[in-house]
């Protein structure tokens, strides 16, 4: 019996492993693709990579439309500096940064485009749906009401699970902000979900 | 909830999650936008403001060979309008703050430099500042255009540089005075 689940044990793995290989194999030859140029290729990694991209975009910005504006935005941003990808990290860190960069960088727009995103969606309220369910339903809708700064430092930190170090890097914030960003945040979170009476 | 169980929950959170609708279009629509249209007043100013890399060699040279107290000529005062992007969204904090800072300090900066430096220095300015004009008209009708957006941040840029290089070559005259 033990023999028999080693093997399949070891089956799994060794098809685990192939999968995995073949997948790299193939991003690989489309970053390659696109990098000269081939859009069709490029079409290829954002099928790939898109749920993970608006999935940052959507956690940063908690708004669906703006969400959908920072994937494209970033998808588009990385098109343009393809050339300089040289494989030093996997292909979805990088495209990852490049999402964070791009939501960052829709934040500092204009405060004038600021309000009148703000008054659009006052009038038209989107429901965010991010596919959680139950009590992680309520955790979600009560990461988006965070304010901004304690939202993007949750968000990269606690979901996506980067260091504080990276957090900061990426945010352009020292370590030991994120790490007070992210002590309000809990603090926040807690007097929410206490108030839904959420319990676990 | 402790924190350890707000931790845990968070990484429970959807990383990965499907748009509601296909993303790919707008995307292709900017990545495979033809090469850029006939705009040939804007390519010209574009082509003009990559000349003025020659042209600050010029004002540097002047200005290094010309250690002599100059006499001030009073001129009218530039204009600078806040760094747009097409109507749609100003410049970044960091970069606003920076051009305030260089544009406050201009006049007096070019009071420092020869009538001659400073002649070229305000055409150089007035080429660059067409030229932002002109792109921001044309991305106002045009927003999404990212060629035009490209070449207006280059051209914000050209002109920070060019303000920088002003004040840094004014620093320099002054301390060669100063010796």
Redesign the interface.
């Known amino acids: 019996m033990a023999a028999l689940l080693t093997a399949v044990s070891s089956d799994y793995s060794q098809a685990m492993t192939t999968a995995t290989t073949d997948e790299y194999a193939e991003e690989r030859a489309l970053i390659r693709r696109a990098q000269n140029s081939d859009s069709r290729a490029f079409e290829g990694l954002y099928r790939m990579h898109i749920d993970r991209v608006y999935g940052v975009c959507l956690r940063m910005t908690g708004n669906v439309s703006e969400a959908e504006d920072c994937a494209q935005e970033a998808f588009i941003q990385a098109w343009n500096k393809l050339d300089k990808f040289r494989g030093d990290s996997a292909f979805s860190t990088w495209l990852h940064r490049v999402a964070v960069n791009a939501v960052l960088g829709r934040m500092r727009k204009s405060k004038r485009e600021q309000d009148r995103i703000a008054a659009v969606t006052e009038v038209t309220p989107i429901r965010v749906d991010t596919g959680d369910t139950g009590d992680m339903r309520d955790l979600s809708e009560a990461v988006d009401r965070l304010p901004e700064g304690a939202r993007h430092v949750f968000v990269l930190h606690a979901v996506y699970g980067y260091s504080h170090d990276e957090t900061g890097e990426m945010l352009g914030i020292a370590t030991g902000t994120s790490k007070a960003q992210l002590h309000r945040a809990k603090r926040l979170l807690a007097q929410q979900l206490k108030q839904q009476g959420f319990e676990a | ?1 402790n ?1 350890d ?3 845990q ?13 296909d ?2 279009p ?3 629509k ?3 936008q033809p090469a850029p249209r006939r705009w040939t007043p804007m390519l010209a100013q574009a082509a003009a403001v990559v000349l003025l890399v020659g042209a600050s060699s010029g004002v540097t040279y002047m200005m290094t060979k010309d250690n002599a107290p100059q006499t001030i000529v009073a001129s009218p005062d530039m204009i600078f309008e806040q760094a ?1 992007f097409g109507n ?3 410049m ?2 960091g970069f606003q703050d920076a051009h305030s800072a260089l544009v406050a300090d201009l006049d007096a900066e070019l009071e420092k430099v020869s009538p001659e430096a400073r002649a070229d220095i305000e055409a150089n300015l007035k080429v660059i500042r067409n030229a932002i004009a002109e792109m921001n008209t044309a991305l106002a009708a045009d927003p999404e255009n ?1 060629l035009l957006q ?1 070449r207006l941040l280059r051209t914000y840029r050209e002109e920070l540089a060019l303000l920088r290089r002003v004040s840094g070559l004014t620093r320099n005259v002054m301390m060669r005075n100063d010796i």
């Open positions: 909830m924190d169980k707000l931790m929950a968070a990484q429970k959170l959807a990383t990965e999650i499907k748009p509601q609708r993303l790919w707008g995307i292709a900017a990545i495979e747009s749609r969204y100003n970044g904090p990212i490209e």
